[in-house]
């Protein structure tokens, strides 16, 4: 979920996205909620590859919200785009997405009901796991194949787990800053262990 920060305030904006996280069962990612040690874009790219969906709020015509936009345009997930019209300049979106499909919205409440019909629409007969279930489901899986092939390789994992090098470092990064994983080796060649079996440092 991408939005202008600047535009409303964090907590009532967000209360939208808590309301329709508890009657979906779904679970809205924004990318300043999670800390990672990768670099900001790095993270987005990921969140968009592991989502089911990304939204992107361009009222007011952000600029980071345009590039996260261009990103998710490019990418081969389903992408919805919301926007306020008395939030943006000239009450229009530009002219090269004037042609697509929008959610308008003018107040939190018409927001809410414009997203439940979204998510009836996607989710009435699918449960879907959230996204927080999904990474912890895969992280369950690499330290279980890191404690029977110890010294795998970001690359190793990446192919056992069949999905792409930036998503599996979304998976597998955070096992390391929360001390449950450690690598030895630098670069391309890290190799990753299970805490407390990686050969000492020659």
């Known amino acids: 979920m991408a939005y202008a920060y600047t535009l409303y305030d964090r907590r009532d904006y967000r209360k939208v996205f808590?309301?329709?996280?508890?009657?979906?069962?779904?679970?809205?990612?924004?990318?300043?909620?999670?800390?990672?040690?990768?670099?900001?874009?790095?993270?987005?790219?990921?969140?968009?590859?592991?989502a089911d969906f990304s939204i992107y709020d361009i009222s007011g015509w952000n600029p980071n919200v345009t590039l996260e936009l261009g990103i998710g345009m490019m990418s081969q997930k389903d992408w919805y785009i919301l926007v306020n019209p008395d939030k943006t300049p000239n009450q229009e979106v530009p002219s090269d997405i004037k042609g697509i499909d929008r959610i308008q919205y003018t107040s939190f409440s018409d927001l809410e009901d414009r997203l439940a019909a979204l998510l009836s629409q996607r989710y009435s007969k699918v449960e879907r796991q959230s996204l927080d279930q999904y990474i912890e489901s895969l992280q369950a899986t690499v330290v279980e194949l890191l404690a029977g092939n110890p010294g795998l390789t970001m690359a190793d994992i990446s192919k056992f787990l069949q999905l792409n090098l930036q998503l599996t470092q979304a998976v597998v990064l955070p096992l390391a800053a929360a001390g449950k994983i450690e690598s030895r080796g630098i670069k391309r060649w890290t190799k990753y262990y299970i805490q407390g079996q990686a050969p000492d440092p020659a």
């Open 18 to 50: 808590t309301s329709l996280e508890k009657a979906f069962g779904v679970k809205f990612i924004f990318a300043d909620e999670k800390i990672t040690n990768m670099h900001i874009m790095q993270k987005i790219i990921s969140y968009i590859q592991a």
